[in-house]
């Protein structure tokens, strides 16, 4: 089964997917989860002669996905620039995020600004010129 995430840019989309030799970003297998939204609710004002809550409306709320990707490539100046471009990619104020699976099954949302949390960058992982993002990118419901 294959995986991709689509980050829509101005020009050209930015496409990441599972396999570690298809350029300079790949997600490794525990690398994403399935965007979750809860629940937004209102109620009605309490009343002294009812008990509990009734509500007014329910909502699905602004949700999340965690997307970790490994950035490698040639060069640490190489290097910079991709872990660069992600960030651009992911920053932007607004952009639509797609998750695709094995190349027939896709989804996307809405989704909102956030900047790669960058781990730890160890000895070999230098010398492979190589680092792991982990991104938790805000998300609004699809028809949001």
Known sequence: MSLSVTISRTGADLV????????????????????????RRTYIP????????SHRAAVP????????????????????AAMDELEAA????????????DGTMSRTWPAKAELPQWGEFRSD???AKMIRGTITIPLNPVGA
């Open 16 to 39: 990441i997917n599972d396999h570690p030799d298809d350029g300079a970003f790949w997600i490794p297998e525990d690398g994403i989860t399935w965007p979750s939204f809860p629940m």
């Open 46 to 53: 309490d009343s002294e002669a009812q008990g509990g809550r």
């Open 61 to 80: 709320d602004e949700g999340q996905t965690t997307l970790t990707v490994y950035v490698k490539a040639a060069s640490l100046t190489a290097l910079l």
């Open 90 to 101: 992911t920053s932007q104020f607004t952009y639509d995020l797609t998750v695709t699976v």
């Open 125 to 127: 992982m230098t010398r």
